[in-house]
């Protein structure tokens, strides 16, 4: 198959990447590097050292025999381009990564803010009205979060993106799950559901949007090959997720930060499991007339000081509990279901079993490269 991979320089993208490629398919990536272009601006780097994306894919062509190619093209500013690297390579898939993923950059102040809406809900937009306008018949992929729903259970189960409802009259209804974002990436993503059902509803555009939890692991079996294709780890206070966090402050013997009370329950997945998913929505498309197909992409979940236990019971590292910066539950449950995944074949990689080789292979191993003053949160709302 032919496929673009909108954003494939980034964390989840790069390793999807490879993966597809091995698999024997064309797999274009098309990003604008501006996650590269942030990490300068905010004076951070990646824990792991990645190289450019040019290395990458010489790298990836000498140990696989494979081509990849690549597109720098903004989605959200350089839609003759896009449009054009559409028509000229007619892609059976689409599966979009290429977004601004970080909450707290979103909320850091107006410019940040402005910029997450601008680029996510633009590109968003641009990549769907190409489709159209280019009249390929494409499967788009595109990668939501499970933030879309907040972080709450309302009493029930949080099923696959719709919701049910009985309205008493003849016909029941079903729903987007409504909407609950805790920041203004949340809200970009919350919006994109909308462009989705809008360009299915009008134009018969075939789309999966899997609402993914938080990423965790750095590795895949293919970005092992080789130092040259090693993925991103993202430690910094805006970038970095809690584990990364966690596992940074672990490798040189600082305490692990919860904020308030770590009882924040959030969704998680493995890198290799995102990966896999990936190729099962591709190779799952909606029928031509079908609604959205909405998939919960994750595998476990856990409370923040849970978290802080396992990776404290594997270092030795002690816990401190600060301020939590963010307006958020101090705690909440969260039950979802991710029965599609499940049923189609995931065989997920569990964090109690694989989160050892993380801080051996990656956060003690790079532990030189780590600096102090960015692990703490620098966004406050
Ligand atoms: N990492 C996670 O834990 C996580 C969790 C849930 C959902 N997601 C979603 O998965 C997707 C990928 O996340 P990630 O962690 O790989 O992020 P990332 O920032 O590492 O990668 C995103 C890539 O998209 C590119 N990009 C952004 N805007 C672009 C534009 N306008 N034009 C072209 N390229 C652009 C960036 O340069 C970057 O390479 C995002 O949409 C994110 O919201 C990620």
């Known amino acids: 198959m032919n496929i673009f991979v909108l954003g494939g320089d980034g964390f989840c993208g790069w390793p999807t990447s490879l993966h597809l490629s091995e698999l024997g398919n064309d ?42 190619q690549f597109l720098n093209i903004d989605l959200s500013s350089d839609y003759a381009a896009f449009l054009q690297a559409l028509k000229s390579n007619h892609p059976d898939v689409i599966v979009h990564f290429g977004e601004q993923r970080s909450a707290p950059y979103s909320m850091k102040n107006s410019l940040t803010n402005r910029f997450t809406i601008q680029n996510n809900l633009v590109g968003t937009n641009n990549i769907c009205s190409a489709i159209v306008e280019s009249g390929i018949d494409a499967h788009l992929i595109h990668l939501g979060t499970m933030g879309v729903y907040g972080y709450g259970t309302a009493g029930l189960e949080i099923p696959e993106g719709y919701l049910n409802l009985e309205l008493g009259g003849s016909d029941d209804m079903e729903i987007l799950y409504p909407a609950n974002p805790g920041s203004i990436y949340h809200m970009s993503k919350c919006q994109d559901q909308l462009f989705f059902l809008f360009y299915n509803k009008n134009y018969q555009l075939r789309i999966t949007d899997l609402h993914q939890g938080i990423v965790w692991g750095t590795q895949t079996n293919l970005t092992r090959l080789n130092e040259k294709l090693i993925n991103r780890f993202d430690y910094d206070g805006d970038y970095g997720t809690v584990l990364n966090r966690f596992l940074t402050q672990a490798a040189i013997g600082h305490p692990l930060t919860v904020h308030g009370t770590g009882g924040q329950t959030r969704a998680f997945i493995h890198i290799t499991d995102t990966v896999q998913c990936i190729e099962i929505a591709m190779r799952n498309p ?54 599609c995944f499940l049923t189609e074949g995931l065989e997920p990689t569990r964090l109690a079993e694989g989160l050892l080789s993380e801080v051996i292979e990656i956060s003690q191993r790079y532990a030189e490269r780590i600096d102090i003053e960015k692990i703490p949160c620098a966004s406050f709302w």
Request: glycine share 6%.
């Open 286 to 339: 909606p029928e031509k007339h079908a609604r959205v197909k909405i998939y919960n992409q994750m595998t476990e979940t856990h409370r923040v000081r849970g978290l802080a236990k396992l990776v404290a019971g594997m270092t030795g590292a002690e816990i401190s509990f600060l301020q939590n910066p963010r307006k958020e539950a101090d705690e909440n449950d969260l039950e979802v279901s991710n029965e």
């Open 27 to 68: 797999v274009t990536i098309v990003d604008n590097l501006c996650r590269r272009r942030i990490d300068r601006e905010l004076g951070i780097d990646s824990l792991t050292p990645i190289s450019d994306i040019h290395e990458r894919i010489d790298c990836w062509r000498e140990v696989s025999g494979q081509e990849i």
